[in-house]
């Protein structure tokens, strides 16, 4: 188990400049140098894919509502894995690091008779056997915890929709650099050698030249 917002980079990586992100028997590349949340995305969409769950590899990272399935005629069933809103505090200041709780989505999407009873299988494939055994996300997170759940239905169409969205908290550490800038431009300085009085014998000024 990692210590507390240890993880500030994650994954293992090559000499290609690649991450190597395992968590059990999965493992897939993805580049250090993204964003920790679109690794989290892309980590999270790869190994729902390979999963082989209900939804097969119809595996969507898009931020649209579930209604713009319909629109755009997905193959049903299918996921939609995407990111909210994000917390960010400071854990450590020296070195400085940020604790980031974000909001990371995945809805299930289906239509048509017993479209309830296929969502909510789907849902426990994810929960059970693919989410929350990987807590860590293969390394790129701290913990991970299902926050929310909601459903929708409609039936005004020629078929039933419906829509199970699982919410989940994912707690991540980033580091980050603080420069210290150094704005002393001029330093005044005087000098009394005789009784403390408030003349001064001496003084100089001294200016610095801006970097």
Known sequence: MPDPLSLVTGGLFSAQGLSLVTGGLFSVVIDPNLHPRTRIRQYVVAKLKAAATTAADRVHAERVEPIQARTDEWRLPALNVFTRDEKVEI????????????????DIIDGGKGVEDRIDQIEEEILKRIILPDRYLGQLA???????????????????????????????????????????LTVHNEWNFTAPDAQAEAEDVIEFEEA
């Open 91 to 106: 854990f450590s200041e020296s070195p400085r690091v940020l604790k980031h709780t974000l909001d990371l989505v995945i």
């Open 142 to 184: 701290e913990d991970l915890v299902l926050a929310s759940f909601g459903s929708d239905f409609d039936g005004a169409g020629a078929q039933k929709f419906g829509v199970n969205r699982l919410q989940f908290a994912v707690v991540y550490g980033r580091e980050v650099s603080v420069q210290v800038g150094d704005d002393l």
